[in-house]
T-cell receptor, first 108, second 117 residues
């Protein structure tokens, strides 16, 4: 597995951008980088994933470092509904093991 | 357009009893995962099924835990002789198999909240 390291918690103000970092220094060349989030009392939901190039979708953007040892999930304008635990995973085998994630608090 | 369905949504059982938790994955999804999430904690991998291959059971915490899957459909997670430490939310996820498996995101159910009294 590509071991991932994320800050335990982060805070943001509403309507400001949020950059959530993830280190995955042991990632291999075929590992995709996945991000999920878990809202309170819900199962995790997929946010975004990528391999080498930066990715954008309706939820977020994913910036992947050139050496692929780190990535950043970008929420362009945080809302109160974005308060959740965010998990990144470097997937090089099939068991998709999650770390502790980053708890994002959004302040009004 | 149903997502991953888990039942029951809540289960209260007495210590020492056996419980069965059910997961209905999205139709056509060949990969199925079980996770455990204790209160305030992250997701703990339990077991992974991929098609007809032997499951990866490396995350099962003890021999009281077992899981079955019939083909590429329903899965059941069984916990025998439940203990209070088994109290947690048990989450199931499924994923389609594409040309590049690792490019397939997981789709989670809402979990079964197990309380052992």
């Amino acid at each position: 597995d590509a071991k991932t390291t994320q800050p335990n918690s982060m805070e943001s103000n509403e309507e400001e951008p949020v950059h959530l970092p993830c280190n995955h220094s042991t990632i291999s060349g075929t590992d995709y980088i996945h991000w999920y989030r878990q809202l309170p009392s819900q199962g995790p939901e997929y946010v975004i994933h990528g391999l080498t190039s930066n990715v954008n979708n309706r939820m977020a953007s994913l910036a992947i470092a050139e050496d692929r040892k780190s990535s950043t999930l970008i929420l362009h304008r945080a809302t109160l509904r974005d308060a959740a635990v965010y998990y990144c995973i470097g997937n090089n085998n099939n068991d998709m093991r999650f770390g502790a994630g980053t708890r994002l608090t959004v302040k009004p | 357009g149903a997502g991953v369905s888990q039942s029951p949504s809540n289960k209260v059982t007495e210590k020492g009893k056996d419980v069965e938790l059910r997961c209905d994955p999205i139709s056509g999804h060949t990969a199925l995962y079980w996770y455990r999430q204790r209160l305030g904690q992250g997701l703990e991998f339990l077991i992974y099924f991929q098609g007809n291959s032997a499951p990866d059971k490396s995350g099962l915490p003890s021999d009281r835990f077992s899981a079955e899957r019939t083909g590429e459909s329903v899965s059941t997670l069984t916990i025998q002789r439940t203990q209070q430490e088994d109290s947690a939310v048990y989450l199931c996820a499924s994923s389609p198999k594409t040309g590049s498996f690792y490019n397939s995101p997981l789709h989670f159910g809402n979990g079964t909240r197990l309380t052992v009294t």
